[in-house]
């Protein structure tokens, strides 16, 4: 057998393949439906008109070939615009937007454009697993986020957090901003939930703060927002250099995006947004449920559709799938610091929640 690239050996387990393949096994013993609050994968779809203009374009015998690589400049105009509107952030549509296939592709860009082999990252601890990923395809060490005296070329951040559905607090980007500007580092920002806040907070971009734009970028995903998960399509936006790093290298790995998903992104960003309301409003009332369920167990939940909660002594997570037929997501898969924690997703139906948060209140009877 021929030997494996480094870069390969290096990747991490894939922590959702291991979830899924967990919840596969516990569905083939049979017995009761097995209730999945592991996944956050948004189960309310695209609004109409999105789906209409999709298909529409897809109709069209002009647009099955390559789309422009950086992508269509009226997509770019779309989220510049919303970016406007919506977090108070003017930007130049041109020089400070790349379009992505997906905001996942752009955690691995990030990595590959900013830093170079051997250097280091610093990562959220707990956060998400594939923040891992990006930097073992880099090359780079990373280490867990724990202040900003940390030396360090490069940094993640995450509000609304994944897992811990924490938002940001105040002067966190500020402070970042500072960092990276006494490091001579780059700081990205993955906005991936930035429309999904509970209790009246705002949506708040670490674009909007003063230097931003010279030290990093932030991430914005069509999935969250507009229900958009499988189609794949995402931004990098505000540091011109790195939005510039980042079209070259899809120059050379991807031939675009197929033009009828940016048309139908285009419609998401300049069409109606209530939509948008509607869904953070659903996760809302969810996430207020099941904090009700939870009570007097420690849980948070500030926005995303994650509430970030602490088993009780002596249940464990394989313990809730194996005997309770509840599937969460074990918080150590986030990092160190998330031993003892579980993460359960509000993006199912409301019976599965219902179903799933019945069991939990039984099992920590």
Not at 53 to 63: F, G, Q, W
Request: aromatic share 10%; charged share 25%; with cysteine.
């Amino acid at each position: 057998m021929r030997e494996v690239p480094d870069r390969i050996v290096r990747l991490p387990d894939h922590y959702f393949t291991a979830l899924l393949a967990q919840v596969a096994a516990a569905t083939a013993r049979g017995g009761e439906p097995l209730a999945d609050l592991g996944r956050g994968n948004p189960e309310v779809e695209p609004p109409e008109h999105v789906v209409r203009a999709l298909t529409e374009c897809a109709e069209r015998d002009d647009v099955h070939g390559y789309a422009p690589f950086s992508g269509v400049p009226a997509l770019k105009e779309a989220i510049a615009i919303r970016y406007g509107e919506v977090y108070g952030v003017h930007l130049d549509a041109v020089r400070e937007v790349a379009v992505l296939p997906g905001t996942k592709t752009g955690l691995m860009e990030f990595a590959l454009c900013a830093v170079e082999s051997g250097d280091t990252i610093v990562l959220p601890d707990p956060g998400y697993p594939d923040y891992f990923s990006a930097v073992a395809l880099a090359g780079a060490k990373h280490v867990p986020f724990s202040g900003f005296d940390v030396k360090a070329d490069a940094m993640y951040l995450n509000f609304p957090s994944n897992p811990t559905a924490a938002t940001v607090p105040d002067g966190l980007f500020e402070e970042a901003v500072q960092w990276a500007e006494r490091s001579e580092a780059w700081v990205l920002h993955d906005f991936a939930y930035g429309d999904l806040v509970f209790d009246g907070r705002r949506p708040q971009s670490f674009l909007a703060v003063d230097g931003a734009r010279h030290v990093g970028i932030e991430l914005f995903s069509m999935s969250k927002s507009y229900g958009m998960a499988g189609w794949r399509l995402g931004f990098a936006l505000g540091n011109a250099e790195l939005v510039r790093r980042i079209e070259l290298l899809q120059n050379h790995a991807f031939a675009g995006i197929f033009r009828p998903i940016q048309e139908a992104g285009i419609a998401a960003l300049t069409g109606p947004q209530d939509s948008v309301e509607e869904r953070r409003a659903t996760y809302e009332r969810r996430r207020d449920r099941t904090l009700a369920a939870l009570e007097g167990i420690e849980a948070q939940s500030e926005g995303t559709f994650f509430v970030w909660f602490r088993p009780p002594d002596g249940v464990t997570v394989d313990q809730l799938v194996v005997e309770h037929r509840v599937a969460v997501a074990p918080g150590e898969g986030f990092g160190a610091r998330g031993a003892g924690w579980a993460r359960l997703s509000l993006a199912v139906r409301d019976e599965i929640l219902d179903r799933g948060l019945e069991r939990l209140r039984a099992a920590f009877a």
